[in-house]
């Protein structure tokens, strides 16, 4: 009896699959699953055909400078710098992430998240997605928010989020928002 309903159960789920097959149906996607790397894979540097997003923090801005080069994530790289996060990036067409970590004078500590999407849909997209209810509107770039020690905000195709470590590198955050909108796509 055992062996009739195994077969049973197997023969169902294959008889389907050769009917949509057969059928021609086989072209409609319902539903796609995207991968998720290992999370040893390393941040791959890439260069979009516009230009490279690195070039955006390549120098200092607003009296900050960088502690450290710049790092570019493409959509593999994506999934380690922001793990679950990722697929609404993706889904709403990421082409390169560009991270960095800045210091001011004053001690200010900040890291600087530049996320390019294809189109400024794309990046209004995942800013309404990400902007809490009870965010405090800011005029920076097209639209921006700020919180506790990050400010958010969207330029065109760029996506960006500046986030303080200390005080000081929050005061710094508008100055430099608005240096870095001058620098955006």
């Known amino acids: 009896m055992r062996c009739v309903l195994f077969a049973i159960l197997v023969a169902i789920p294959t008889a389907l699959v050769t009917f949509i097959l057969t059928r021609g149906q ?3 996607v319902v539903a796609a699953v995207v991968p ?9 540097t890439v260069t979009p055909a ?3 997003p690195a070039a955006l923090v390549a120098t200092p801005l607003a009296g900050a400078e960088r502690t450290d080069p710049p790092t570019t994530y493409d959509a593999q790289g994506l999934f380690e710098y922001i793990d679950g996060a990722a697929p609404l990036f993706l889904e709403r067409h990421f082409e390169s992430l560009v991270a960095s970590d800045w210091k001011t004078a004053s001690g200010g500590e900040f890291t600087c998240d530049i996320y390019l999407m ?4 794309d990046a209004a997209a995942i800013y309404d997605k990400e902007r809490p209810a009870s ?3 800011i005029k920076v770039g097209d639209t921006a928010h700020g919180g506790s020690m990050a400010l958010v905000f969207r330029k065109g195709r760029a996506y960006v989020k500046l986030t303080a470590f200390n005080p000081a590198g929050e005061a710094a955050l508008p100055s430099f928002g608005e240096a870095l909108i001058a620098r955006l796509p």
Not at 36 to 44: D, F, I, L, R, S
Not at 118 to 121: G, M, Q, S, V
């Open 50 to 52: 516009s230009a490279d």
């Open 118 to 121: 294809a189109t400024p849909d």
């Open 36 to 44: 998720v790397p290992e999370a040893t894979a390393a941040p791959v």
């Open 26 to 28: 086989a072209g409609r």
């Open 135 to 137: 965010a405090k509107t």
